[in-house]
């Protein structure tokens, strides 16, 4: 799978562009601020319908614009090329075609263009708190499973119904009180439904990751440390809907009390132990480094494998922070992939290594290509 054309027009800082990117190694530097991360997040945005930065739509929209548009055509494979346009609006839902058929909903959408990214932000997902990590699983099961976007979305909707009636007990009296703890029983059997349904989906997910993340740190630790990731999951069983009830009934005067759900797969998380070690609190900021590296290079393999088809790589200035070794690592496993970098400068010795096919310079909200001799004489 390859981007051949991205079109931005409003998007950001940008106006109108239209890039056509190599199949291989496509390099873009430039100043900071000048908006390099803004087109990996554009073409983030066609495989998983959001920013990776959390920004809200209107944020995307160029400030004196009411809308940006995105049209990105992309290559399946040799026989099959598609076409993916995004319309956002500053007061409307955002508008998303395939092959110029209107998509009613995300879950008819999603996966049919898959990507990857790491950027320094992603160095940091170790060490920071549950809901990085619970992000990193949701976006990599968005674009391999159509079913979880369908689940995590009816969880998330009866979470919030269920935590709003919580609220309500708490300062209700007489019937009224009795009438919402019998709708709170309601909705704790569809919460026990859905949440069942993503904890099962994340918990094969993340089993998958460990298989794969082990061999990966291991040869970047130069074969010295073995890497073990862990579900953890506060009401994952064996039988599992049984549990997930018992635990609700046993919690449910501690949520009335407290206004929100207290367990459940709103509160998942992953530990990264090496030799006994935690790595959210005890590791070296290599050996999170060295993990952050593992992790996306792992979720690119799963999507090879669940997908049938290699995901396009996005590397959002993350060169400048590695050291030498872990740039050569990273950039050995880069073959067969269409790869997009950004950096602000980048040295010829990595340069050698990287051997691009197309570069490209951003400045002053536009997009130039260059050839090798005009970046590096």
């Known amino acids: 799978m390859y981007i051949e054309n991205l079109r931005l027009k409003n998007y950001r800082n940008y106006k109108e562009i239209s890039i056509n990117f190599d199949p291989s190694i496509n390099i873009i530097y430039g100043n900071n601020a000048e908006g390099k991360t803004n087109l990996l997040e554009s073409i983030f945005l066609c495989a998983t319908s959001r920013s990776h930065r959390g920004s809200k739509e209107k944020d995307i929209i160029n400030f004196n614009e ?56 992603d160095l940091n997902i170790i060490k920071e708190g549950p809901a990085t990590r619970r992000k990193f699983i949701d976006m990599e099961l968005y674009q391999i499973d159509r079913q979880y976007v369908i689940s995590i979305s009816n969880y998330n909707k009866v979470l919030n119904q269920r935590n709003a009636v919580l609220k309500d007990i708490y300062s209700a009296s007489g019937n009224n009180k009795n009438d919402l703890i019998t709708l709170l029983d309601s909705y704790d059997d569809q919460l026990i439904r859905y ?34 990731l862990n579900y953890e999951n506060d009401v994952f069983s064996s039988e599992i809907e049984k549990t997930y009830k018992e635990k609700l009934k046993e919690t449910k005067e501690q949520d009335i009390k407290q206004g929100y759900t207290t367990i459940g797969p709103h509160r998942d998380d992953i530990s990264f132990i090496i030799d006994n070690l935690d790595l959210r609190q005890f590791g070296s900021q290599g050996q999170k480094k060295t993990a952050a590296i593992s992790l996306k290079l792992a979720e690119l393999l799963i999507m090879k494998e669940k997908k049938g088809n290699t995901p396009v790589l996005l590397l959002d200035d993350v060169f400048s922070e590695l050291d030498e070794k872990r740039q050569k690592e990273l950039i050995e496993n880069l073959d067969g992939i269409q790869t997009i970098i950004t950096c602000t400068g980048m040295k010829r010795n990595i340069y050698d290594l990287l051997k691009p096919n197309k570069i490209f310079k951003v400045s002053n909200n536009e997009v130039i290509s260059q050839t090798t001799k005009e970046r590096y004489g």
């Open 66 to 121: 009411e809308e940006a548009h995105i049209k990105m055509i992309f290559n399946e494979n040799e026989e099959k090329k598609q076409v993916i346009d995004i319309q956002l609006n500053k007061e409307s839902k955002k508008g998303i075609a395939l092959n110029g058929i209107k998509k009613e909903k995300l879950s008819d959408f999603l996966g049919t263009f898959y990507a990857v990214i790491f950027s320094p932000e």
């Open 195 to 228: 949440g069942t349904e993503v904890i099962l989906k994340r918990k094969e997910n993340i089993e998958d990751i460990a298989k794969k993340i082990k061999d990966i740190y291991y040869k970047i630790s130069s074969e010295k440390e073995e890497l073990t």
